[in-house]
Antibody, heavy 116, light 107 residues
Framework: QVQLVQSGAEVKKPGASVKVSCQTS????????ITWVRQVSGHGLEWMGR????????QYAQKFQGRVTMTRSTAISTAYMELSSLTFEDTAVYYC?????????WGQGTLVLVSS | DIQMTQSPSSLSASVGDRVTMTCRAS??????LNWYQQKSGKAPKLLIY???SLQGGVPSRFSGGGSGTDFTLTISSLQLEDFATYYC?????????FGPGTTVDIE
């Protein structure tokens, strides 16, 4: 069965970076994009960008351009999302999801707490 | 970027009710519209893709319609497990965007 398992919660100081992983199984990793979405507590879903694991092509939301980097390791079927220059407003749950147009399988979410 | 709006932002309904919510895109997105359900503390779940195609395993009481800029999600007979927040998402432009959501709660 398809599974996306994300790394655990992180606590970071303002200005730091965070790297969240998304380990996939149950399908061929290179045949579907991985999309990253975040959700601030009590708010809606925010599309951050996506990566094509086969070509390594990426597409980022303009809001995160210059601060986000999405990568992958095909050897271990894992995608990564790194966000730098964190501020308190980056405190959120970060999700990875399979797909580009429609997101059919999701990870469990990773809480990133930015606190001084 | 294409902006998505949803209405109403919340609604109260009873088990068995027929519920319809709408999603509007700031410009024509054809049928590149998906619907997700999210329950508190859980990841979203894909319900409808391509405006009206039911994702596998999703009950047939859910249906989607529309094209261009205006879309609907209908639950034909609301069940207890359907109380949740529903988001639309456009997948037409390269930067996909979500609507702000419609929360369905118990009347």
């Amino acid at each position: 069965q398809v599974q996306l398992v994300q790394s655990g919660a992180e606590v970071k100081k303002p200005g730091a970076s965070v790297k969240v992983s998304c380990q996939t199984s149950g399908y061929t990793f290179t045949t579907y994009d991985i999309t990253w979405v975040r959700q601030v507590s009590g708010h809606g879903l925010e599309w951050m960008g996506r990566i094509n694991p086969s070509s390594h092509d990426t597409q980022y939301a303009q809001k995160f351009q210059g601060r986000v980097t999405m990568t992958r390791s095909t050897a271990i079927s894992t995608a990564y999302m790194e966000l730098s220059s964190l501020t308190f407003e980056d405190t959120a749950v970060y999700y990875c999801a399979r797909g580009d147009r429609a997101l059919d399988f999701w990870g469990q979410g990773t809480l990133v707490l930015v606190s001084s | 970027d294409i902006q998505m709006t949803q209405s109403p932002s919340s609604l109260s309904a009873s088990v068995g009710d027929r519920v319809t919510m709408t999603c509007r895109a700031s410009r024509n997105i054809g049928r590149y519209l998906n619907w997700y359900q999210q329950k508190s503390g859980k990841a979203p779940k894909l319900l409808i893709y391509g405006a009206s195609s039911l994702q596998g395993g999703v009950p047939s009481r859910f249906s989607g319609g529309g094209s261009g800029t205006d879309f609907t999600l209908t639950i034909s007979s609301l069940q207890l497990e359907d109380f949740a927040t529903y988001y639309c998402q456009q997948s037409y432009s390269s930067a996909f965007t979500f609507g702000p959501g419609t929360t369905v709660d118990i009347e």
